[in-house]
């Protein structure tokens, strides 16, 4: 039974080894069992050994002396005694053995017990760990970020002690061999939306060229009718024989059959003289018959000819009448020559003299170019080149290098001048071309037959000649040529215009890359206009370099739209484009007010022949604090420096013509602006409850040049007086932008206010169209346009006094001014107050004299803010410019 219970135990311990992983409280308990087992096991193997020769020695000592006394009864009878005591010793032992084995037996199986439920245990939190590795497998599946570093942390915090390690190290490698895909598919989802914008932009093109197919063949069925009118008697005679013709061959046809038809009744008559005459005569129809037919096939024939030549005529016609007055005729022409000069086909001469007949309109051009349909560019040169014309011309060539044009490359009112005032010079006979960078980012849908030079112009940077790749299109008429620099960097292939940390090297780069394009082509250019910060290096580089290799012809102006940015920058950048900083880098040149700074437009301000900027009240205001630091530069070079009122594109910005609008409309016919009111109403889910409630736009960026804190104080405003308030566009400046986010939202549900925080240039149409009245409450305005725009639509403009905004808006009440000239509501101050009086005043005509309103919204789109008078302008000072140049030499 030992033997048993300690095989028993033995076995319990194995077993319990087993299955309990760790040392827990059950093992220590077990084990203690087990060794005091043990000690019972080994007292009771010992005991029954105590007669044996191989007894411990104090057995031995008993047996002897149990020996010595074995000769006496006595001694018997004593030893039979101990003996019979051991044996009950050793009963009492075995009893207490067996109770101590059924005790060990019970606490095995309570340790066994427990340690099944531990098993149970554990089995169940390698459930839960299995569950949550496939939750994170589920997850890493879903989604390329979810595993943070935290959760990755704690992830392996959880399972450091855990089994599956192994597991979740094919996991991490799933997850990256994951992560790789995903940024496979974002890949593809890229090329995917790259490609949709590409499908919307062929059908955008496919869609204006069915319009343009239609007008066409509008045209052409026009001048085929002209045609018909001038020359009746010759077509209505054609169409005579054709009919007499017809006719005939019916006739012929009727008695062929006839013929046979008697042959055929008489084919079995005996009587061969009258068959012989029956066939006769059927051959001599039939030849007859054959002889109108050839002659009906060449009078076709001749027909079809001469209807061609009318059809070539008619639509020659139609084609000059279209394209004798259109710029984008002389643009490709312009285009063409430059390029052929540019890839070194024609000589300078011949494309001097090309270049007059250009700017004269030449007709003989016209038709030389008309009549090169169909051939191939040399063919085309070589007509050109057989043309030469006596005499000089009287425009001036015109050259603007800038950073963007409308509606090619557009970020702010610079694109607007750029293709308003070219296409206005244009139109008063100058030749006028534009430079630009190209963009990676511009709307090449926007220009006309777009294409490559098969030329690279070489120009300096950093101490190298890099390469640029010249494009050639048209744009709103006007002759562009677009520089792709082939620099490392690439420069303009950024997916935006502005905001790069090495702007300052970009357009410098780009500013030399313009000039180096010019002085290879070799053109006698008069006027090069350069603008902004980003064109400022043409100046002190066109004097500097250029005119030290004898380009020098030019005279150069220079337009500063808004004097906030100068292009400032540390003095040794300077040189990057070729320019000696060492001599530029001076008080009376380039140097700013800020220590170790070189300015580029105190650069322009110093090297140009011309300085302007956008309005006469704008010059004054930077002439002190508004120069941001030029005006003393300002001052010293006043004698060369103009304001002049920007003008706003008249084609584009037609109530009449806008084909963003849901009505058109004009100064005389106001029923369409209601409409547009209505329909923005809907679109937008305004209230409609009150038809002529008065409703107020804004359209502008959300900077703190705008008024921000103003334009928040006319949304509430606006509520107070009981009118309707949208307001379209976004700010960069992130915490104004969640300013206003904040208030889109607390007039979420207000169906009088809307704030559409993001720019639409369909939608900005539609809102000139709609709103009564228009606010402009800028802190500084060196021009505005929207003022302009919003008149053009017949949108009462409230703005603050300053700026362009003073030389455009006068006030319907400020008697000082004369009655024919007020056309909006003004305030001085930039405060709360003023606005309020402003927007008070105005609402009150609204409301109560809506006589005098309707004369005031008529009176404002009648006022002219085309380019017309503000190209003069420029035009007169350009020439005066070229005539000092002219006189000097």
Known sequence: MACLAAVGAEAAALLFRRLAPSPVVPRRRLAVCCRVHRRDLRTAAQLPQKSTSNAKPHNSANIQKDEASGSTDKGRQEKFEDENDISNLQLEDLIRMIQNTEKNIMLLNEARLQALEYVEKILKEKKDLERK?????????????????????????????SP?????????????????????????LIEVAETEESIFKLEKERTLLDASFRELESRFIAAQADMLKHEPR????????????????????????????????????????RIKSVEE?????????????????????????????????????????????????????????????????????DANTLREMVWKRDSCLREAYLSCRGMNDREIMDNFLKMTLPGTSSGLHIVHIAAEMAPVAKVGGLADVISGLGKALQKKGHLVEIILPKYDCMWNDQVNNLKVLDVLVQSYFEGKMFNNKIWTGTVEGLPVYFIEPQHPAKFFWRAQYYGE?????????????????????????????????????????????????????????????????????????????????????????????????????????????????????????????????????????????????????????????DRHLKVQYNANDLEGKVANKAALRKQQKLSSAYASQPLVGCITRLVPQKGVHLIRHAIYKTAELGGQFILLGSSPVPHIQREFEGIADHFQ????????????????????????????????????????????????????????????????????????????????????????????????????KPDVWKQLVQKDMSIDFSWDSSSSLYEDIYQRAVDRARAAA
């Open 133 to 161: 590795i496939n939750i994170l497998e589920t997850r890493l599946s879903e989604t390329e970020v979810q595993l943070k570093l935290s959760t990755e942390g704690k992830f392996s915090a959880e399972i450091n002690d």
């Open 164 to 188: 599956s390690v192994l597991e979740l190290d094919d996991i991490k490698e799933e997850n990256i061999l994951l992560k790789d895909d995903i940024q496979f598919l974002k890949a593809m």
């Open 234 to 273: 010759q077509y209505d005679t054609w169409w005579e024989k054709v009919e007499n013709l017809g006719d005939l061959l019916e006739t012929t046809s009727n008695e062929v059959e006839h013929a046979a038809i008697i042959l055929g009744r008489n084919h079995d008559l005996q009587d061969k003289e």
């Open 281 to 349: 005569r059927f051959q001599a129809c039939n030849h007859e018959m054959h002889s109108q037919i050839e002659l009906y096939e060449n009078s076709i024939v001749e027909f079809h000819d001469n209807l061609s030549k009318l059809v070539e005529e008619a639509e020659k016609r139609s084609l000059e009448h279209s394209t004798s007055n259109m710029p984008e005729l002389w643009s490709r022409i312009s285009l063409l020559i430059e390029g052929w000069l540019l890839e070194k086909r024609i000589s300078y001469n």
């Open 501 to 657: 940390h090495d702007d300052f090297r970009r357009f410098a780069y780009f500013s030399r890359a313009a000039l180096e394009l010019l002085y290879q082509s070799q053109k006698k250019i008069d006027i090069i206009h350069c603008h902004d910060w980003q064109t400022a290096f043409v100046a002190p580089l066109y004097w500097d370099v250029y005119a030290n290799l004898g380009f020098n012809s030019a005279r150069i102006c220079f337009t500063c739209h808004n004097f906030e940015y100068q292009g400032a920058a540390p003095a040794q950048d300077l040189a990057c484009c070729g320019l000696d900083v060492e001599q530029l880098d001076r008080p009376d040149r380039m140097r700013d007010n800020s220590h170790g700074r070189i300015n580029v437009v105190k650069g322009a301000i110093v090297y140009s022949n011309i300085v302007t900027t956008v309005s006469p009240t704008y010059a004054l205001e930077v002439r002190s604090e508004g120069g941001r630091g030029l005006q003393d530069s300002l001052k010293i070079h006043s004698r060369k420096f103009v304001g002049i009122l920007n003008g706003i594109d008249t084609d584009t910005w037609n109530p009449s013509t």
């Open 749 to 848: 549900n207000n169906n009088n206010i809307r704030l559409l925080l993001k720019y639409d240039d369909s939608l900005s149409h539609w809102i000139y169209a709609a709103s009564d009245m228009f606010i402009v409450p800028s802190m500084f305005e060196p021009c505005g346009l929207t003022q302009m725009i919003a008149m053009r639509y017949g949108s009462v403009p409230i703005v603050r006094k300053t700026g362009g905004l003073n030389d455009s808006v006068f006030d319907l009440d400020d008697e000082t001014i004369p009655t024919e000239l007020r056309n909006g509501f003004t305030f001085v101050k930039a405060d709360e107050q003023g606005l309020s009086d402003a927007m008070e005043r105005a609402f009150d005509y609204y409301t109560r």
